[in-house]
Structure formats: C-alpha cells, structure tokens
C-alpha cells in the first residue's frame, strides 16, 4: 500500500491539518511540536500532557480540549516524542498546580517523558506521572518486560480529562489514573501487518488463514500465531483472556473494540455485539460499549479488545461534557453516541519555544566522516530494525545527523557538539537522546578541536557517558544495547590511558535486576520498536530475543580490543 503523506515533514503538516479541520479546538507550536487545546475548562487546577510516536491516530490528539487533554507531544512515525516536546509543552499548558504526565509503556517513551518531568521539577512546576501498561500479551509469568501501553490510554484520558475538568488535584488525578490502569487489560490479533513507510512492504508476513495473537500496535510479533478460527470463537478465546486476566471486582465493564487501522466499521460493530454478548453470558455488565478505531498501527488489518472493570463514579466521568475532535460513544445504550460539548472562545498560539544556547565553534571532521557512515549503513540498520519492531532505527539516525549537519553549517559550530544539541534536543525514539548524552561527553573531550583529544580525555568521556545511559535506562553489558559497544570502548580507553579496565572510571555501577530507579517506574518496561539494536532498558533482553527471528543482531558484532591514537580513525565498519 502507499500512503498518501508528504514528504517533507508529515507529522507537522498533518498536526496543521487537525488543527485546520478543528480551529475552535487545537492549536499547533511548530518547534518544537506539539498541539495545544485552545480552550481548557476553566476550573482546571492541573494540565495534562500525553504523546506518543504517530501512526496510532486518533489516539492522543483525538481528544485534545476540553474534557481531555490540554497538550499533545506527536512524535515521528513509531518513534516518542523527544524530552523537549514534552518539556515545552508541560511549560505551556501547566496549571496552578502542575501538570500530570500520561505515557504508554515502552522505553523511549518512558524516558523521554522521564527527561522532560526532570525539567519540569527543575522549574519549580509540580509534576506527577501515570503509566499505561495493560497489553496482556507481555504479561507472561516468565517475561521481564511488563506490559505494553495500548488501547486503555483511550479510556485513562477520557476519564482524567472529566476529573480534571472537575478540579481534581494532582495527587487525586495520578491515584485516579493509577487505578484506571490497574482494573484495564487489552489483547490485540492482526491477519496482516502494517506497510513499512521506509520498504512500502509489510513489516511481517502472515500465511493465509493464519493470525498473529498478541500483536502489538508497533508491529511486535505476537506471543503465537494461531489458525484463523471463525470471529465468534475468535472473540470468545480473547475475552476467555481479558478475564482470566483482570482483577476482580464489580460486574459492570466498559467494553472497547478498536480498529487496528484497516479494519472497517462493519467488522468492529458485529465484534462489538459478539464482546458483549459473551460478557453476559459470563454475568458481567458491560455499561459502556466502545467501537470503532481509536489507538491504530497505521494501516494494520486487526483489532484488539479492552475490558476496563469500573468503579465507582466512574461512568459519571465518561459521560461528563467533552470538546475534543474525537467524540466518543456515551452509555445511554450499548451502541449510541453522543455528540454534546462546550464551545469557548479560541484563543491565540503561542510559541513556548526557547532560543537555543550558543555552541562553541571548531572543526566539523568527525561530523563529516560520522554523516558519512551513517549514509553507508542506513539501510542495513533498517533491516535489521525490522527484525524486532517497526525498523525507525535507520532514519532516526540519519534524520539526527542531517540535523546536525545543518546546524553545523548554519552556526559554524564544532561538529560533534551540534550532534550532541541534535540528537539530545531534536530526536525521538529510543535512541536518540541517549547519543545525545553520549556526543555531549565526547564534544566536553575536545573531539570537535582541530587538535587531537588526549586519550585520558576520551577515556574519561566514554565512561562518564556510559555512566549516564545506565543512570537512564539501566543497560548494562550483555543487554544488547548500545552499551555492548560502549562499554568495551570505554575499557580500551581506559587501558590505553593507564586506568584499569574494570575500574570504576570504565564500568557503570549497576542496580540489582528489577530495582526502582529514583523518578521511574518499578515495573520493567518492554522493547520499544527495534530495541534489540539499541534498547536502553535492562529488561528488554529476553524480549528482544523472543521477537527476532534470527539471532540477536549483536551477537555477531565485533568489540574493540584495540584504540587507535589516529584522529579520526582511517578505517570504516564493515557494514553493521
């Protein structure tokens, strides 16, 4: 399939098109972006603030405005939305009391959102954080991931956006949203995978008659794939698992059957009759029915179910009052919807944008020689994405080194710190803020002087930035990440410099598996899209594995052994 997109900044021009289609509603700061609800409820004491990578439409900027949320961070396609999106739009939109932080469950999310809420508290702006993990098929008992945050953000947003518009503080909206999540569980099955934008071909092949069970929204294979039974027992055996799955409670649910992408209306409305039929003749009440497409995986073919077990006051929220371009269906009837919201004087854009700082001028070779790799190799990267997501990894670098590179030439900076303000400041994704940590340690050496850096210099560099990515993410060497060649680098520097390799100057100290970090979530996270060739979570490993269908991309790879005191090195990789 094609997509009928433009080429030159998709994502913006369609945050413009929204914004055009719903003038009274949205509002759109270019840079960074994000999307902004033009007329909050005024009784408002806390903003709430959500994003994720695009493709997943309507979701998140579906229910911007009142009712909902008061900012939108878009990333690229599959990718997170980087830490200054997010910071940016947490300044603009926050209230008297702060700002309240939704984010799915995966890694770049997590730690862009992660970043900007630091920001935030450095400010002296309160904020607070709810997590959305309710992807059953990551739940297995012998799986360090955790759950994936999918289709029941529909219905964390909804019901925070009601409580906010109420004056909810934002402890009462964080503990809402805790237990909004908690009570949630969703289980995905797609008959074919999304279309690749960067190969235009499927990002996985489905025989004929065979579905993927457990799908997940980036186009992360299934736990299992299963001959396609008839839609009734289809249904029947998903929610047979919602339920084993959801804790216990009240009888009355909210039922959600999303749309994937290409799944049409026909299909969602006869599964919805199917869900709550089988609900009742389990003895549960489903007081609210939800069909449609709400959280989609670009062009996909499939749905996923969402069983939200209510409590109480809880239905009074999902019928409050809403203006949002999205309208979602009220519980006056199983398939009914309403349509009422307030009106509200629009309000004129701002740009919350900052200058950015000035950077030091100095030699761009290394600049040059990386963009010149990357060029090389982007392909292969994108291949070997594929294996284990939805194969951003190749243009993700490559778009930060083009945004380096202009930044080189427009400022004259030193090379390798316009990639540090690129990849830390402009990339999304899992890895992009993290070589920005790591091009900001390196341009502090003196890599972007026409002179030589020392080699205690390089040394102290790569482990301070390998100490940072830890402090992040929580790799440690054998995670396959990028801390598999940072590490050996970081030893190999440190033997050339005098150090002892294993010493503390070269190894990052590691938490015991599984430990709450301070600031972030207990539960370990899944592999964002493509993490096996760069994940930072040291939890993603047996995932990553599970998913790829050849051996782990990192294991074949070379690790250092050797520095050379050439600056730049002569010699290229050989591929990746």
Not at 302 to 324: H, I, K, N
Not at 386 to 404: C, E, I, K
């Amino acid at each position: 399939m094609t997509y009928f997109l433009p080429e030159n900044d998709p994502v913006l021009t369609a945050a413009r098109g929204l914004a055009l289609v719903h003038p009274d509603k949205v509002e759109v700061n270019a840079a960074p972006l994000f999307l902004r609800a033009r007329a909050p409820h005024p009784d408002r004491r806390v903003a709430l603030v959500s994003g994720g990578g695009s493709g997943h439409e309507p979701l998140h900027t579906g229910l911007l405005g009142r009712g909902g949320l008061d900012a939108v961070c878009p990333g690229e396609v599959f990718a997170s939305p980087h830490n200054r999106q997010i910071y940016e739009a947490g300044v603009a939109a926050a209230k008297s009391e702060g700002v309240l932080l939704v984010v799915k469950n995966y890694t770049g999310d997590v730690i862009n959102f992660q970043i900007a809420a630091e920001r935030l508290r450095h400010d002296g702006i309160p904020v607070a954080t709810v997590l959305v993990d309710d992807d059953l098929a990551t739940d297995a008992a012998d799986s360090a991931t955790g759950r994936r945050g999918t289709a029941a953000t529909v219905v964390v947003e909804q019901l925070l956006g009601a409580a906010a518009d109420r004056g909810a503080s934002l402890a009462e909206l964080q503990e809402l949203g805790t237990r909004v999540v908690a009570r949630s569980r969703s289980i995905a099955v797609a008959a074919r995978a999304q279309t690749s934008p960067t190969t235009s071909a499927p990002a996985f092949t489905l025989d004929t008659g065979v579905l993927d069970y457990g799908v997940g929204i980036h186009g992360e294979r299934g736990t299992r794939t299963i001959a396609r039974p008839p839609v009734d027992d289809l249904v029947r055996r998903m929610t047979d698992d919602l339920l084993d799955a959801l804790p216990p409670g009240p009888d009355e649910v909210l039922a959600l059957v999303n749309g994937l992408g290409a799944t049409t209306d026909l299909e969602l409305h006869a599964i919805s009759v199917l869900l709550t039929e089988g609900l009742a003749e389990r003895g549960l009440r489903p007081v609210v029915t939800v069909a449609g497409t709400y959280t989609s995986a670009l062009d996909m073919s499939g749905f996923s179910l969402t069983l939200t077990r209510l409590d109480e006051g809880w239905v009074d929220l999902w019928q409050a009052p809403a203006e949002t371009p999205l309208v979602l269906p009220r519980p006056m009837s199983a398939d009914s919807a309403a349509t009422a919201g307030d009106s509200a004087p629009e309000r004129p854009a701002t740009d919350a944008s900052a200058a950015a700082p000035a950077l030091a001028t100095g030699s761009r070779v290394v600049l040059d020689r990386y963009a010149d790799i990357v060029a090389q190799v982007r392909d292969n990267l994108t291949k070997l994405d594929q294996l284990v997501g939805d194969g951003d990894f190749g243009d993700n670098l490559s778009g930060g080194v083009r945004r380096a590179v202009k930044l080189a030439d427009e400022s004259g900076a030193d090379g390798v710190a316009a990639l540090a303000e690129a990849f830390l400041n402009d990339v999304g994704g899992t890895s992009g803020p993290l070589f920005g940590l790591l091009f900001k340690d390196l341009a502090a050496a003196g890599t972007g002087t026409e002179q030589a850096p020392s080699i205690e210099a390089l040394a102290e560099a790569t482990a301070g930035a390998q100490a940072a990515i830890h402090r992040v993410g929580g790799a440690r060497v054998g995670d396959c990440t990028i801390v598999d060649a940072l590490a050996p680098a970081a030893d190999s520097l440190a033997a050339a410099a005098g150090a002892e390799p294993g010493s503390e100057s070269a190894e990052a100290p590691s938490p015991p598996p599984h430990r709450p970090r301070s600031g972030a979530p207990s539960r370990p996270r899944p592999c964002a899209p493509g993490a096996a060739a760069r994940a930072t979570s040291a939890t993603t490993r047996s995932a990553c594995r599970t998913r790829a269908r050849s051996p782990s991309p990192c294991s074949s790879w070379p690790s250092p052994t050797s520095t050379s005191r050439r600056w730049p090195p002569a010699s290229r990789p050989r591929g990746t």
